[in-house]
């Protein structure tokens, strides 16, 4: 079956650190990968997305991430928190074929403290 | 301009009564999606539309029927209401229905039911 793990419900870091919030999808065959963010009360934003080529993918507000497609991994990053950043980050997976259906991960909250 | 708008933002109501939730897009999409955010955040496509045709079905109970009047619209009735349908609900729109797409989600439409 076709699944996200985010295996962190929340990641602490203090502003200016770099962050990671980690995400590993189960598909059959090739993935297309979307990291989105959810403020308090918001609705989703999209922060990045892999379909493919190149793989390390940079998005908005300095955030990056890459696909490992051995590690079936597609961990988000950003070199310098902000306390701003606070918030709750969904992975999400689709594949060809999907209808646009998106798979998401449980979720991490991400705590920036100053 | 909201792009994707949801009304009503909250909505609180008693078991076994019917209400709807209604959802606008001003991007010139073709597919919308309803998505439901359990207490836990976790998000669960329900349904998807493309251009007012049903595309994604997923396991919902009956008691939940979406309507597309047109592209622009999506809104969503549910009957006899039950506790376990408490949670946030988000409705998105992606300008097609191809897996690689980015999806533009509104703010949810909170449903408590008492």
């Given at each position: 079956?076709?699944?996200?793990?985010?295996?962190?419900?929340?990641?602490?870091?203090?502003?200016?650190?770099p962050?990671?919030?980690?995400?590993?999808?189960?598909?059959?065959?090739?993935?297309?990968?979307?990291?989105?963010?959810?403020?308090?009360n918001?609705?989703?934003?999209?922060?990045?997305?892999?379909?493919?080529?190149?793989?390390?993918?940079?998005?908005?507000?300095?955030?990056?991430?890459e696909?490992?497609?051995?590690?079936?991994?597609?961990?988000?990053?950003?070199?310098?928190?902000?306390?701003?950043?606070?918030?709750l980050?969904?992975?999400?997976v689709?594949?060809?074929?999907?209808?646009?259906k998106?798979?998401?991960g449980?979720g991490?909250?991400?705590?920036?403290?100053? | 301009?909201?792009?994707?708008?949801?009304t009503?933002?909250?909505?609180?109501?008693?078991?076994g009564?019917?209400?709807?939730?209604?959802?606008?897009?001003?991007?010139?999409?073709?597919?919308?999606?309803?998505?439901?955010q359990?207490?836990?955040?976790?998000?669960?496509?329900?349904?998807?539309y493309?251009?007012?045709?049903?595309?994604?079905?997923?396991?919902v109970p009956?008691?939940?029927?979406?309507?597309?009047?047109?592209?622009?619209?999506l809104?969503l009735?549910?009957n006899?209401?039950?506790?376990?349908?408490?949670a946030?609900?988000?409705?998105?729109?992606?300008?097609?229905?191809?897996?690689?797409n980015?999806?533009y989600?509104?703010?949810?439409?909170?449903?408590?039911?008492?």
């Amino acid at each position: 079956a076709q699944s996200v793990a985010q295996p962190e419900d929340q990641v602490n870091v203090a502003e200016g650190n770099p962050l990671t919030v980690k995400c590993t999808y189960s598909v059959s065959g090739n993935p297309y990968l979307f990291w989105y963010v959810q403020y308090p009360n918001r609705g989703l934003q999209f922060l990045l997305k892999y379909i493919t080529g190149d793989n390390l993918v940079k998005g908005s507000y300095g955030f990056e991430a890459e696909f490992n497609k051995s590690q079936t991994s597609f961990h988000l990053k950003k070199p310098s928190a902000l306390v701003s950043d606070s918030a709750l980050y969904f992975c999400a997976v689709s594949y060809s074929g999907n209808t646009g259906k998106l798979i998401f991960g449980q979720g991490t909250t991400l705590q920036v403290k100053p | 301009d909201t792009a994707v708008s949801q009304t009503p933002k909250y909505l609180v109501t008693q078991m076994g009564n019917d209400k709807s939730i209604k959802c606008e897009q001003n991007l010139g999409h073709d597919t919308m999606y309803w998505y439901k955010q359990d207490s836990k955040k976790f998000l669960k496509i329900m349904f998807s539309y493309n251009n007012k045709e049903l595309i994604i079905n997923e396991t919902v109970p009956n008691r939940f029927s979406p309507k597309s009047p047109d592209k622009a619209h999506l809104n969503l009735h549910i009957n006899s209401l039950e506790l376990g349908d408490s949670a946030v609900y988000f409705c998105a729109s992606s300008p097609l229905w191809d897996s690689t797409n980015i999806q533009y989600f509104g703010a949810g439409t909170r449903l408590s039911v008492l």
